[in-house]
T-cell receptor, first 111, second 113 residues
């Protein structure tokens, strides 16, 4: 499995954009980058995923570098309800049955 | 649309007791899996299934059994509970493939005393 590296924690001001980095330097060509979050020990919630192009949905944007060795999750207007642990996960054909969760980034949105 | 439903939400067991954690999904997903999450840690895969009648071990399978007789249900059995199995358990389901979202249940918080 390709490994991911995320900062352990970050703070963000309410209403500002939160930019969450992730390094995945060993990612292979057919592996996707997924982002999930977990609010207060609830079940993980899917946010977004991508292969090589930038992606946007109603929750967030995902920016993947051209060499695909890193990515950034952008929460455009963070709210207090976005306080959570955010997980960056690489998923490919050899392990499509599972998600390999690391420690994630604990994001605290402050009023 | 209920998604992934886990029961019970909370359970306290005595050491040596057995129990079954239930997981059901109504999305016709072929893939289902069980994870455990210990305090301050990420989720670890216990067992998974890629279809009815097919199961396999994940990273931490010892002390747990599973079966998959239907597409909808994937129960997790603790045969003889130990304090080390105190954890929060999550069930997940998805379609096959790398371009598919996985859905998680809300978890079962298990304490073994």
């Amino acid at each position: 499995d390709a490994k991911t590296t995320q900062p352990p924690s970050m703070d963000c001001a309410e209403g500002r954009a939160a930019n969450l980095p992730c390094n995945h330097s060993t990612i292979s060509g057919n592996e996707y980058v997924y982002w999930y979050r977990q609010i207060h020990s609830q079940g993980p919630q899917y946010i977004i995923h991508g292969l090589k192009n930038n992606e946007t949905n109603e929750m967030a944007s995902l920016i993947i570098t051209e060499d695909r060795k890193s990515s950034t999750l952008i929460l455009p207007h963070a709210t207090l309800r976005d306080t959570a642990v955010y997980y960056c996960i690489v998923r490919g054909r050899s392990n499509d049955y599972k998600l390999s969760f690391g420690a994630g980034t604990t994001v605290t949105v402050r009023a | 649309n209920a998604g992934v439903t886990q029961t019970p939400k909370f359970q306290v067991l005595k050491t040596g007791q057995s129990m079954t954690l239930q997981c059901a999904q109504d999305m016709n997903h072929e893939y289902m899996s069980w994870y455990r999450q210990d305090p301050g840690m990420g989720l670890r895969l216990i067992h998974y299934s890629v279809g009815a009648g097919i199961t396999d071990q994940g990273e931490v399978p010892n002390g747990y059994n599973v079966s998959r007789s239907t597409t909808e249900d994937f129960p997790l059995r603790l045969l003889s509970a130990a304090p080390s199995q105190t954890s929060v358990y999550f069930c997940a389901s998805s379609y096959p493939g790398t371009d598919t979202e996985a859905f998680f249940g809300q978890g079962t918080r298990l304490t073994v005393v």
